[in-house]
């Protein structure tokens, strides 16, 4: 990056440092942070999505809905999370070949699985043979997202299940003495209060989904621990201008600063949520903050 | 949710569709990135090594279009059969085993010798802790001698392993641990006496993809015999190593 890298060898710790950090692996190494980070701004809201729609499924008064929602949860929360990561996204994906085989291929005559093969005509390919790598990067990372949200969103949806049946009733019947119908009364009254009783429920599933980031490389993407651990290993002068021992450690406790950091100002951040959300609410918080200011 | 997941299907089905038709295939080389000096990570973040080498020179033989893709080592067989790569180009030793679920090309790596490595001399490798990448034939072997085998995921933490003693010694392809011993100053030996492996080093496909394999085939025995491939082995492996 620097002019004077060329010849690492010849240079002082500092410069040494500054060549060694800032060469094209590093930058991998730095990019795969945004990945993470991108990928945690993404999954979030769509988990929480298929968390409301399936607490919303799963108190629905359509038994077919509420079967869908109450299955949705527990199979998702039963099955490991290891097992669900490498079965469900190489499913996934072959699910969406074999669906655009049926419809581009219909000419197409040999057999999918072949032994141990699953072969589809060219064109089904996801993405095509012919793409670029950055898209297959892509479809990996949204297959990664998908698997993330269908994950946390069946916890999600457990915790805001619960949270909608922690509003006091009263409260709902009183809605229902004004005259409210039952959609007015979930929109107006329940969803509005439920949040302070999701919250603690939800920050978990937060943290959780922090430190579950890593899981990504078993689905192919390269992040951040993957990296540390490829750069920290031990390089020998023969293949690198920058040999050097064993610095796994201080990778990783690289890593630990950052999750560290990155937690706690989920925390905080959560915190500020938490106080705002208790404001008004028939809760002991919120009878505390009541006195407080009075 | 149901309708999400039929969005989502509905756009991956879509996409793509604009380059459906065009230019040919491209050959997607699959390789593990972390075995030096086979193949790993250069400075740059590209993939480098002999097998990168090896691996552009047979594409331009064969006039293939090709591209490279990292994956590790654990998943690297499973990933190949439901097509996520075309081609294993990774260290990977021509067994039984593996011909069972893929195809080979003839080797473009000879016969290797294996070699244990441990932190003392003297250290006895058929009844001590060896340590061994996971699925490798270095690991089956260590199972069938009566050491007892402590398996790593990948290269690096298995030389480790010995640094720290966990295990008495690794065993692993003597390239790959030659300039490990080299700079260790002192600190890593040779012990034992090297072991022949497996049936060379070569290019896993589909076994249904019998069309390219024998076009890299061709283009192996074309290399073997104009000497591009003795080149490249002395390059990267030194003058000592074995050639065709």
Not at chain 1, 179 to 198: D, K
Not at chain 2, 154 to 160: H, Q
């Amino acid at each position: 990056m620097f002019s004077y890298c060329s010849d690492p060898d010849t240079l002082g710790t500092f410069g040494w440092f500054s060549c060694y950090l800032s060469n094209g692996v590093h930058m991998s190494f730095y990019l795969s942070f945004v990945k993470v980070l991108l990928l945690l701004a993404i999954t979030a809201p769509v988990a929480l999505g298929f968390g409301f729609l399936g607490a919303m499924a799963s108190r629905s008064r359509v038994l077919p809905l509420r079967w869908l929602g109450k299955g949705y949860i527990a199979i998702v929360r039963g099955v490991p999370d290891i097992a669900f990561f490498l079965f469900f996204v190489i499913a996934l994906d072959q699910m969406f070949e074999w669906t655009r085989h049926q419809i581009l291929c219909p000419d197409w005559t040999d057999p999918v699985r072949q032994g141990n093969d699953f072969l589809v005509c060219p064109q089904a390919k996801l993405p095509l043979g012919t793409s670029p790598e950055w898209m297959h990067e892509t479809y990996g990372f949204f297959l990664a997202v998908i698997t993330f949200a269908l994950v946390f969103g069946a916890f999600a949806a457990n915790v805001l299940f619960g949270a909608m049946r922690a509003v006091p009733r009263p409260q709902l019947e009183t809605a229902e003495a004004y005259g409210m119908s039952h959609r007015q009364t979930f929109w107006r009254i329940l969803v509005p209060q439920m949040w302070v009783y999701a919250l603690p429920g939800l920050s978990n599933l937060w943290m959780v989904l922090i430190k579950a980031t890593p899981l990504l490389f078993l689905l192919g993407v390269e992040d951040i621990v993957y990296w540390a651990r490829e750069l920290g290993g031990t390089k020998t002068s023969r293949f690198t201008s920058y040999p050097h021992g064993d610095w796994r450690m201080w990778y990783f406790l690289f890593l630990l600063v950052f999750y560290l950091g990155f937690t706690r100002i989920s925390e905080i951040v959560l915190d500020r949520i938490m106080k705002r959300l208790t404001f008004g609410q028939a809760t002991a918080g919120g009878e505390a903050q009541r006195k407080a200011a009075a | 949710m149901k309708k999400l997941i039929l969005g989502t299907a509905a756009l991956a089905l879509t996409a793509g569709l604009a380059w459906a038709d065009g230019h040919g295939k491209t050959v997607r080389m699959g390789t593990e990135g972390a075995y030096p000096p086979y193949n790993f990570i250069n400075d740059n973040g590209e993939i480098d090594g002999f097998e990168r080498d090896v691996g552009d020179e047979l594409c331009a033989r064969a006039k293939l279009t090709c591209e490279w893709v990292k994956n590790d080592w654990d998943s690297i067989i499973p990933n190949l059969v439901s097509g996520n790569y075309d081609t294993i180009i990774a260290g990977m030793s021509i067994t039984d085993e593996r011909d069972e679920v893929i195809d080979f090309t003839q080797d473009y790596f000879p016969p290797t010798a294996s070699a244990y490595v441990a932190a003392a001399d003297g250290v006895d490798v058929m009844s001590g802790v060896v340590a061994a990448q996971t699925a490798t034939i270095q690991a089956g072997y260590v199972a069938e001698s009566g050491a007892t085998l402590v398996e790593f995921a990948t290269p690096e933490e298995t030389i480790a392993a010995v640094r720290n003693g966990e295990a008495d010694a690794v065993l692993a392809d003597r390239d790959y641990l030659v300039p490990l011993v080299e700079e260790s100053s002192g600190a890593l030996m040779f012990v034992g006496d090297p072991v022949p492996l497996g049936g060379g080093v070569g290019m896993g496909l589909r076994e249904s993809d019998g069309e390219l394999r024998d076009k890299f085939d061709a283009a192996i025995t074309s290399m073997k015999a104009d000497g591009t491939l003795n080149t490249l082995l002395i390059k990267w492996f030194g003058e000592e190593t074995q050639t065709y």
